[in-house]
DNA sequence: AAACTCGGAGAACAGTTGTTAACTGCATGG
DNA sequence: CCATGCAGTTAACAACTGTTCTCCGAGTTT
């Protein structure tokens, strides 16, 4: 709060949001490609043309949107994370799972079409929003790889190593969160309030990196592996 | 080859399939919910009308694209499932996750339009794309589980827990597939021949369930996990 | 060989799209 | 206090969309 800015570019700043609240809200139900730029400004409440005055084009408007999902949510991160680097290893592993999967819930739960939109655009058809999104994960991943880093497990581990580790807990994160979204939509055909727990337990086996042990004794396992599909090779070289 | 199927409907499917390959090479730029008909057709090389003859609308065309994309996979891989059953245990688990990537490498280099079609509709625009995907994808988690169930290491697993480890290794394929896509178009910046290797390699380490061991001895890992991320609680639920 | 089927073409429709141009009114800076 | 800048509006444009009706001609059946 330097100088408090205009009213002018207050107002400005007021019906960009209208745009980016609208087209998020549209994009609940259909992908950014096929979004029309009147349909957003219908829905914003502003005429057409008042859409350039912001965004050269839909995809410029989706960039927007991913810094909006992505980019505070990661300069939050930035923030919080040199500040508990130190608490590391004050609980055991499996509380901190835990913890972690509860956030990740609870991101979703408060930010649903944020995570929707991150999700489906991930993929998606717009070159531009793809490039954007899979910036600001390599953000994320290269700070989670810093975070790694300062742990004292890390010892002796490449740099290489860590960067990889990173980007699959960046990738689960994703995955659990677009998991969450579509089990998570109470009075869903066939997902009832269970699933959402369903999802969680399933994403914290997995941080875990270990299946849950067989009701037997503590055994080492050698889990099975989809073997079989080799034999597919024809099939896939073939056709 | 019970009894040749008559000029009329060959030509018949003919034009379809025609329709439905003009649609899979629009789609490797743009997505579904943005696909015109009259697009369509005008790359299929018939009038717009003919559409109706084959498909209600494009909802309904990309679900016979998901079958066409994952059905025949599906009937190939519930043929050859059995047939390799028994073979289990020949070679160490090292081997068998090499060729597996591999297989999934090879599927993509030869079917790239129909994985990228997949991953970007799987969580796209259209609700009917997305149940058809989900409903294949159970299917063949349901056969991985019924492999998995078949070799001996299995013994003493509850059901669940086979079908949920089954599903993360259908769901690592998708995204594994989806990583090649993305690194492996050949000319593309930054990533070189090697981006498909190291994509690979990724995926070897995360099959293995255990990241590579670091330089030191045998010692036993206990992993860092992003435990700072617990410390974006407030920033989660409020705003 | 005649009657019928039916996949595809052609023309036309009302509606919507992105984009441009010229305008209006108000906050701003001198 | 007045002149400038600029966010937003109105009107209009050509282009394109999905859909319907009508018709044609070749394959199929009897």
Redesign the interface.
């Known amino acids: 709060m330097s100088h408090t800015l205009g009213v002018r570019q207050a107002q400005k700043q007021k019906t960009r949001q209208a745009l980016l609240d609208a087209a998020l809200r549209l994009l609940e ?6 979004l029309g730029l009147r349909e957003v400004t219908r829905a914003a409440g502003v005429a057409p043309t008042a859409f350039y005055r912001h965004f050269r084009d839909m995809a410029d408007l989706g960039v927007a949107l991913v810094e909006e999902a992505l980019g ?2 990661h300069t ?2 930035t923030a ?2 040199s ?3 130190d ?2 290893g004050e609980d055991d ?1 499996e509380e ?2 835990a ?2 999967v509860e ?1 990740i819930a ?2 979703v739960r ?2 649903p079409a944020h995570v929707r939109f991150i ?2 655009e ?4 717009v070159q531009a929003v793809r490039a954007a999104i899979g910036g600001q994960l390599a953000l994320f991943t290269q700070e ?1 790889k810093d ?2 880093a300062r ?1 004292p ?6 740099e290489d ?1 860590l960067l ?2 990173a ?3 960046v ?1 689960h994160t994703v ?1 659990t969160a ?1 998991a969450l979204l579509e089990g998570g939509a109470a009075g869903e055909a066939g997902a009832g309030p269970g699933a959402a727990e369903r999802v969680a337990a ?1 994403s914290r ?3 875990r ?4 042990p ?3 004794a503590g055994r080492t ?13 024809s ?3 073939g ?1």
Do not use: C, K
Not at 29 to 34: A, F, G
């Open positions: 139900e259909q992908s950014l490609s096929s505070s949510l939050a991160l919080l994370l500040a508990t680097g608490r590391a592993g901190r799972i913890a972690t956030l609870a991101y408060t930010h999700a489906r991930q993929h998606g058809g989670v975070q790694f742990e497990e890390a010892a002796g581990w490449a190593d990889m580790l980007g699959m807990y990738d995955m677009s399933r086996r997995q941080l990196r270990q299946p849950r067989p009701p037997l396992l050698t889990p099975p592996h989809p073997d079989p599909l080799r034999a597919l090779d099939y896939v070289r056709n």
